[in-house]
């Protein structure tokens, strides 16, 4: 971190300002230039808050110029992220897609998908329980009964299950759900963050509307900061002025992602489209742009579904889809899992 002094800034309150951070066990290296006073801060300053930096009277301007997320970051930690779901692995090379109903709504409805997408070559089992729904006049899930049925589709099928959590009062009802998904909604509810962190579970977790690519790092810190480090990021379409489509697919976040950070990266397209027939082209072009895997909605009656069942793809285009992503996603060097 830099911070740039005032011109004729009063010496004892730089003197003081100096101490102050000396004690938060940073140390300062000065300099002066003919128009500016500069302090470098060396040491750890992720704690160190920027608007606290700037409330000093003395201060001009600060900079950081490290990321303020450490556990997350690619340059601490440069190996990729491997995480494992079951027997499913996601990152380093591994790939997998994790598919289902957008929400579970019978027993046979969830069993009939589970079975079919595990045929076509999804590893993990996806289904809304708990639905974030932007009217509350929406079908909300089946909620607790709505998890009893993953489990009986996990049995049955032996496929680890991916479902949302909405809140922290609900943890108890998620301690054997082997991918707990954080939801868009809820990117930045830091309670909820700090609890997934503490419960050494893999976490999925769902990039904001219109978080920024720091922003959704910065939640993943969260979990990682609790112990946790069992984390994939997930990009599903961000809100911007097209409304051709439900959201914006924002295709820069995988290879930018990457970047920043060490954790598996897997894209959405089916709520980043809104439309089943873009699922395809956006799949393709995530498996291209380096995804580490991929989440698609498939609905056994995508016409009478409960909830997005225009984006839902029927079992037999999600048995098409995967006819090609697997071979794209083989040819990239990728294990497909
Ligand atoms: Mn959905």
Known sequence: MII???????????????????????????????????LGLVGDTKAIAESWVRANPVVEDVRR???????????????DTV????????????????????????????????RAVQTAGASLLRGGAFKPRTSPYSFQGMRA??????????????????T????????????????????????????????????????????????????LVMSAEYIMAEGNDQVILCERGIRTFETSMRNTLDISAVPMLKKMTH?????????????AWMVEPLAKAAV????????????????????DGAQSLTPDQFAALMGQIAPLAGYLG????
């Not at 303020?68 to 970051?73: I, R, V």
């Not at 954790?263 to 439309?275: K, M, R, Y």
């Not at 291209?288 to 009656?301: F, P, Q, R, S, T």
């Open 83 to 114: 995480v494992q779901v079951g027997n499913t692995k996601i990152g380093g090379g591994n790939f997998a897609v994790i598919a289902g109903p957008c929400s579970v709504e019978s027993e046979e409805q969830v069993l009939t998908v589970a």
């Open 164 to 215: 949302e959590i909405m809140n922290t009062e609900h943890l108890p009802l998620f301690e054997d759900v082997d991918l707990i998904q954080v939801g868009a909604r809820n990117m930045q509810n830091f309670e909820l963050l700090r609890a997934v962190g503490r419960m050494k579970r893999p976490v999925l977790l769902k990039r904001g509307l219109s978080a920024t690519l720091e922003e």
């Open 4 to 38: 740039i002094l005032k011109q004729n800034a009063p010496e004892q309150q730089v003197q003081a300002l100096c101490d102050e951070l000396k004690a938060r066990g940073l140390q300062i290296h000065a300099s002066t230039g003919s128009e500016a006073r500069i």
């Open 65 to 79: 110029v490290t990321e303020p997320y450490k556990k997350a970051n690619r340059k601490f930690h440069p190996a």
């Open 334 to 337: 990728k294990r497909v899992n």
């Open 288 to 307: 291209a742009a380096g995804a580490d895997g991929l989440m698609i909605e498939v609905h056994n009656d995508p016409a009478r579904a409960l909830c």
């Open 263 to 275: 954790l598996p990266v897997v894209i959405d397209p089916s709520h980043a489209a809104g439309i």
């Open 145 to 162: 009964e709505g998890l009893e049925l993953l489990r009986a589709a996990r049995e049955k099928t032996g496929m680890p299950i991916v």
